[in-house]
Every structure is written in C-alpha cells, then in structure tokens.
C-alpha cells in the first residue's frame, strides 16, 4: 500500500461511465489508485452532468476548477500533489504549466484516452473520400498539440498498440515516455457465462454508443443508408435497435418503425442491452482506440461485427468476437450469418471471452502500472534529463500559453 501520496485527476469532464468508454476507463484508474492506498482528488472545469458517477462513493474528493484563473494556482500549491493525471491533452495545455510552476517535483502522467489527430486525421481522409495515410497526420494541427504535450508529460498511457507504434514510428516518440495501459477488467466466472442468456433466449440486433462521439453518429448512418437494407433484404424479420447517450434531433430523425429500424435513446443499463441482444453491430468507419462498446459486447457473451478501424489493436492475434468487414455486403453477409447459425454464433462468444481473459484483466496490468510510476518518480530527474524535448517545450509553454492565460485572467475581470 502506498502511504501519504496524493494524486490530483484534472477531468475533461466530469465522469460517466454508463455514457461513454472515456468515463469508464477514467474509474477504472481512479479504483487502481484507491486500491494502492493513494490519496484521489478529481476536479475539472466541466459543468456538471445528470448522469456523472458521484466519485464521493470511490473515496474521491472533487473540486471545480476554473480556466485562465490563478485561483487553480493557490489550490494546487496546497494540495501538493506527488502524481497530477491530465485526463486528455486539452487539460494538460490548460493546467500543465500552472503545475509545473506549483508543484515542480509532481509526476506529470498524460491519459490520452485515444489519439485525438490519428481520430481527426482518419475523419478528414474519409470524408475528402480519400485512403488515411499516416503523412494526413503531419499535417494536422491538433497532432502538434497533441504531440507537444506527450512530450511536456513524463509519461503518457496509452490504451492502444497501435497507437504506442505510430507515436514511435511517425513522430519519434521515445519509448521511455509512452505506457500501455489498456481498459482493465475483472475476470469473466463461470456463473457468470452460465447466467448470460442463451442464443435461443436473444433476439435483435444492436448498435451502442454515445453520439457526441462523431465515429458513432457515422456509423448510425452507415447503418441505415447501406448496411440495414441489406440485412433486411436477407431477413426481413430483423429488427435493429440503436442506443446511444446524447442523440441530436438528426439521429431522432432516423427512427423508422416501418423499417424496424429503431432510435432507443440512452439505456437505463447498456449491459442489459447488450446481453439481450443476439448480435452487436459496429460498422466504424473512423476512429482510434479501444472500442469500448465492442469490449462490453464480449463481456456480455454477445458476438459482433465490426470494421477493422472497429478492431484495431484490441484482438491482438486471437480471433474476433464475430466477424471483420470493412465491404458492405460483406459486413451484411457475415451479419445474417452470426445472428442465424448457432455453432458459428457459439464460437465467436468463446472468441470474445478469451479476447478479455488474455488481454484486459485488471490483475495483469494494475501492479506493473503502479510499480512503473513509482519508479519514475524515485528517477524523475534523470527521466526529464533525457527529454530535452520535453524541457525545451516545456520552457515555450511557460513563456507563450502563460501569459496568453494570465492576459485573458485579467481581461476576465
């Protein structure tokens, strides 16, 4: 157990974890600090939401904090936090040279969630109706600052492999500053997987995601457009049901019953959901990450089918949980295929129980995460010493964003 030190979280927003992966992982790393004896305090700029998890039941302090205000300055000076997590680069360029000038001596850990430019990159390319190539990622400014800030952190976790090589191969991240830290689950037990439903008792297909999250909102798209027609043409019985947290007046405005094509809004409870439905649809066409919508599907004994954007990174060489296409029909065929023969539906439910025990399981990873921040911080000097970089960006930072900051404080006033 570790004793006497604290951590400070500074959210994007406000954690949900029953709305998007984001919010789930952000509590998964919260309960690895709890369960190691660490001090949590959460705070964040974000307002406040009807569906954010009330930290206090973790043991976690919270506190709003304001943008361009010295006030942070004041709190985090008598906090004094020994580990400030920024959770997405957009809070460690808001925050980051306020704690290097209060608290010098923090471990300074950067979650990245997903690569915002590789997610952005992939967006522009498909919409410009054009192959991604990894050049689209030079080019884009978010990758400056998303980039500028890995390398002001000391260390950045990263949820997907993918992503580890393409920060080392394309921007010539050094190794030392990057960790994979994947989402981390609890094992799946045999009561469970002997109380999930069974094929005969599920029905329907079903897509899941929060539609704040562009990739999503495209694949509802996809899906109705393209993908469900051809379904339907092969089963006119099917019914698809999309839920998602947050749905515009644009994606109401896709809810047809005719075509048993349904717009559920937000679930109550997404595993109840996902583990009454037969198949997961998840027809991503951009993205980065992990994929916590097909995570939760494999929890759930629930088969997919997805794009390989959709997979990447989260299978490694096991076999999927279902089926990959990135072709429509194709993604139809194997679609009716998994929802209609049992023995194939059977295997990809098995597929997906050995994708969580061999490569998300919280006992695997959590102790080798606290054992590496507890070296980095017995080594911090020599660490930022061999990141010239880091200190170079570091020293820009506090002269340029600084007194951009302090210049709005005093307009604010």
Not at 89 to 99: A, I, L, N, S, T
Not at 180 to 204: A, C, G, H, M
Not at 317 to 328: A, E, Q, R
Request: aromatic content about 10%.
């Amino acid at each position: 157990m570790i004793a006497n030190q604290r951590v400070l979280i500074i959210g994007f927003v406000w954690p949900e974890p029953n709305s998007s992966a984001a919010g789930g992982r952000m509590v998964q790393l919260i309960r690895i600090f709890k369960q190691q004896g660490y001090e949590v305090t959460f705070t964040s700029s974000a307002s406040d939401s009807d569906y954010m998890i009330n930290l206090n039941t973790l043991g976690v302090s919270i506190k709003s904090i304001s943008l361009n205000c010295s006030s942070f300055d004041v709190f985090v000076k008598e906090l004094n936090p020994s580990i400030v997590l920024f959770d997405r680069f957009m809070m460690e360029e808001q925050f980051g040279w306020r704690v290097v000038e209060n608290c010098p001596d923090a471990l300074r850990v950067l979650d990245t969630e997903d690569l915002h430019c590789l997610r952005l990159a992939r967006q522009k390319a498909f919409k410009e109706n054009r192959p991604f190539t990894t050049d689209d990622l030079l080019v884009e400014d978010v990758a400056k600052r998303e980039i500028a800030s890995i390398l002001r952190c000391d260390i950045s976790l990263m949820i997907a492999e993918y992503e580890m090589e393409l920060l080392q191969s394309v921007f010539k991240i050094n190794s030392s500053l990057l960790y994979y830290l994947p989402l981390l689950l609890d094992p799946i037990t045999v009561s469970t997987i002997q109380n999930l439903p069974s094929f005969e008792e599920r029905k329907n297909f079903v897509f899941i995601g929060n539609f704040l999250h562009e990739p999503n909102w495209n694949a509802v798209q996809y899906l109705k457009e393209t993908i469900w027609p051809l379904i339907k043409k092969q089963m006119p019985e099917a019914v698809l049901q999309i839920y998602g947290a947050y749905p515009s007046q644009k994606v109401l405005q896709l809810h047809q019953p005719k075509e048993d094509f349904y717009i559920m809004g937000r679930a109550d409870n997404a595993q109840v959901v996902v583990r009454s439905a037969r198949v997961v649809l998840a027809p991503l066409r951009f993205g980065a990450g992990i994929k916590g919508k097909l995570v939760e599907a494999m929890q759930c004994g629930t088969p997919s089918v997805t794009t390989a954007i959709g997979a990447e990174s989260m299978c490694g060489n096991l076999p999927w949980n279902g089926f990959i296409g990135d072709n429509s029909q194709v993604f139809a065929d194997k679609a009716v295929e998994l929802y209609q023969e049992k023995t194939v539906w059977l295997k990809a439910q098995e597929n997906g129980f050995e994708i969580i025990e061999k490569r998300y399981l919280k006992s695997v990873f959590a102790d080798g995460f606290i054992q590496h921040i507890l070296n980095l911080q017995t080594h911090i000097k020599k660490h930022r010493l061999h990141n010239f970089i880091g200190t170079l960006l570091q020293h820009h930072t506090l002269t340029s964003t600084k007194y951009m900051s302090r210049w709005i404080e005093e307009k604010n006033k």
